[in-house]
T-cell receptor
């Protein structure tokens, strides 16, 4: 496999469920990201793992919990979500060097529906 | 005022036309300028990136940055139906502070 792979592609979950989104990158990049894409809204950065340090967007609710066990894998743990959390969740990776970023490689996303 | 503004379109042009897509930004500290293309049901795909004012060309695509006006453009020459997609600008001051525009939906009519 090449690039950035996200699973599952589609997920329907109830508000009381717990689920996890998985992302894997095969590019040797050293930074990984979670983005939320809602209809007619800009991509919203949720979490960044850069050189193994986590940088958070403080507006992300605690019902979203990221995990980055190594530089190739990224998870987003979900619990007690709300219907407004329904969106496309995109994982991305990039190579950062000397403070520069050479652009993101995105996965195809997980389409999440909260019922 | 939003930090990055992008006209959402939709924009419809005939095949072969030159397409101009634009974004404005408010923070003069921004130094990363990128354009992404997103097809339906896919993640965004990096088309162009630059760190400086001026033009950068790649095939039929030209990215233009005017830092004095805080304005960036993407030009597509000889547009093809396969160019129909949503185009996102992404601008920021550091690797972890990239702000995306809301995207312009482009349709190329055969």
């Amino acid at each position: 496999e090449t690039g950035v792979t996200q699973t599952p592609r589609h997920l329907v979950m109830g508000m009381t469920n717990k689920k996890s989104l998985k992302c894997e990158q095969h590019l040797g990049h050293n930074a990984m990201y979670w983005y939320k894409q809602s209809a007619k809204k800009p991509l919203e950065l949720m979490f960044v793992y850069s050189l193994e340090e986590r940088v958070e967007n403080n507006s992300v609710p605690s019902r979203f919990s990221p995990e980055c066990p190594n530089s190739s894998h990224l998870f987003l743990h979900l619990h007690t979500l709300q219907p407004e959390d329904s969106a496309l969740y995109l994982c991305a990776s990039s190579q950062e060097a000397l403070g520069l970023n050479y652009g993101y490689t995105f996965g195809s996303g997980t389409r999440l529906t909260v019922v | 005022q939003k930090e990055v503004e992008q006209d959402p379109g939709p924009l419809s042009v005939p095949e072969g036309a030159i397409v101009s897509l634009n974004c404005t930004y408010s923070n003069s500290a921004f130094q990363y300028f990128m354009w992404y293309r997103q097809y339906s049901r896919k993640g965004p795909e990096l088309l162009m990136y630059t760190y400086s004012s001026g033009n950068k060309e790649d095939g039929r695509f030209t990215a233009q940055v005017d830092k004095s006006s805080k304005y960036i453009s993407l030009f597509i020459r000889d547009s093809q139906p396969s160019d129909s997609a949503t185009y996102l600008c992404a601008i920021g001051e550091s690797a972890s502070k990239i702000i995306f525009g809301s995207g312009t939906r482009l349709s190329i009519r055969p």
